[in-house]
């Protein structure tokens, strides 16, 4: 660990505990006020921290909206679970549950097909996220401040001849997919595998996972697949309830 980022964490400790002063902090650390001072700016750039109006600082909203996070994806595979096994009991189709780790997509849960077809994907395995339509879901609720930075870096490895190569043929796809709240993956990601995704919101309303279901087209053509979209979202919409989330009315 860099000794920015080691200082920067000790800042942050220190802040969860209460308050302090700019002097404060430099002698609980043992750090210059300067280099202290520089570190809290960078902070509080992200809202990390802020200063009061008595230059007093404070952990900042960010820590608080990633504690939310966390505790969402904590619990968000045990939430589902019920409601996915069901639903998976009743349709007997492929079922993903995908959540976001840092900067990847990372499958969480799932469920397979009563066909015995077994599909790439498996649990702690990443989701392509120019290719998947539980990526498509997550990252099509971020905003495009922090949704362009990862498009830009972002592996358009060709895996299909659906697969989408450019950054402006994916951000056309994430305003169809915020468009119509639902993902589609056609032949995207594995050859003859289509996919539909819906989101799973928390408390605060933002999408804090993603379920998707998976079928070879030998099995379901994409017009039948459609056909579970309605199901998918009713039973995103129980998960969520469950999470926390409350439509408006």
Known sequence: MSQ???????????LGEG?????ELAAATGVHKTTVLRLLRTLADERFTFRDPNNRYHIGSRIFELAE??????????IA????IEFNRTYGRTTHLAAMEGGEVVYIDKLESHDQ???YSRIGLSANLNSTAVAKVILADLPDSQLRPIVAAMDFTRRTANTITTPEAYLREIDTVRAQGWAM????NEPSINCIGAPVRGATGRVVAAVSVSVPDIVLPPEELLELLEP??????????????????
């Open 232 to 249: 998918l979202q009713a039973v995103c919409s129980q998960i969520s309830l469950d999470c926390g989330y409350q439509p408006r009315s």
């Open 117 to 119: 077809i077994r599909m």
């Open 4 to 14: 920015s980022v080691a200082r920067a964490l000790q800042l942050l400790i220190l």
């Open 81 to 84: 679970s019920r409601h996915l």
């Open 69 to 78: 996070r966390g505790t969402d994806q904590r619990e968000i595979r045990q």
């Open 185 to 188: 993956d056609r032949e995207e």
């Open 19 to 23: 308050s302090a002063s700019l002097d």
